[in-house]
């Protein structure tokens, strides 16, 4: 079992700035890709950003390139995602995943079997 734990959302003003953090345990494996995922109120679940456990090659849905930076800290077993210039529709529940998702389905949430419980971030204008 791997266990993730969410934390570092919150509430930011537009344009602003935040850093989120997966704290990741439990029998981890350096084929897994994590991920972060959202969702907001009425709309389907969304790819954020992933990246190999092993290190490599990143990866962005189409709304964030550009402002969101995924990361790895291997000290800590930590996964970071670095959200700047945020905007209102951002605002979500961010999940922390984790799975055997290969270069092609990333971004597809099927192919993930550990979550987080999620962290809201709350972006105002």
């Known amino acids: 079992q791997v266990r993730l734990v969410e934390s570092g959302g919150g509430l930011v003003q537009a344009g602003g700035s935040l850093r989120l953090s997966c704290a990741v345990s439990g029998r981890t494996s350096s084929s897994y890709t994590m991920a972060w995922f959202r969702q907001a109120p009425g709309k389907e679940r969304e790819f954020v950003a992933a990246i190999p456990w092993s290190g490599g090659q990143t990866y962005y849905g189409d709304s964030v390139k550009g402002r969101f930076t995924i990361s790895r800290v291997n000290a800590d077993n930590t996964v970071y995602l670095q959200m700047n210039s945020l905007k209102p529709e951002d605002t979500a529940v961010y999940s922390c995943?984790?799975?055997?998702?290969?270069?092609?389905?990333?971004?597809?949430?099927?192919?993930?079997?550990?979550w987080g419980q999620g962290t809201q971030v709350t972006v105002s204008s």
């Open positions: 995943a984790a799975g055997l998702a290969s270069r092609s389905v990333v971004g597809d949430g099927r192919f993930y079997d550990y």
